[in-house]
Nanobody, 122 residues
Framework: QVQLQESGPGLVKPSQTLSLICTVSGGSITTTYYAWSWLRQPPGKGLEWMGVIAYDGSTYYSPSLKSRTSISRDTSKNQFSLQLSSVTPEDTAVYYC??????????????WGQGTRVTVSS
């Protein structure tokens, strides 16, 4: 059973870069045909997919966030990370990491972290 745990600061100032880490246990981030995603849910709004890093290190991003988003990984630590630059208060949300199988550019979300709340405020 794959388990995921998000970590990072709960408060980020406007214009700064939000950085989160997802630590994975019970499975490897290099497992073939698995993908590792970041999603978020702003207060009172729906869930938004931000991007993904696949088992082979390839990345895919939401078009609306692509210019500000970077997802990377550290295979030695079995972690993957999210960086979101130039944040504004509209980036305030609960951020989740998730994983599941993939086929082409089709990704699933079978396992989820508990989520971490990030507030953007001065």
């Amino acid at each position: 059973q794959v388990q995921l745990q998000e970590s990072g600061p709960g408060l980020v100032k406007p214009s700064q870069t939000l950085s989160l880490i997802c630590t994975v246990s019970g499975g490897s981030i290099t497992t073939t045909y698995y993908a590792w995603s970041w999603l978020r849910q702003p207060p009172g709004k729906g869930l938004e997919w931000m991007g993904v890093i696949a088992y082979d290190g390839s990345t895919y991003y939401s078009p609306s966030l692509k210019s500000r988003t970077s997802i990377s990984r550290d295979t030695s630590k079995n972690q993957f990370s999210l960086q979101l630059s130039s944040v504004t208060p509209e980036d305030t949300a609960v951020y989740y990491c998730a994983s599941g199988g993939m086929r082409g550019s089709w990704f699933t979300f079978a396992s989820w972290g508990q989520g971490t709340r990030v507030t953007v405020s001065s």
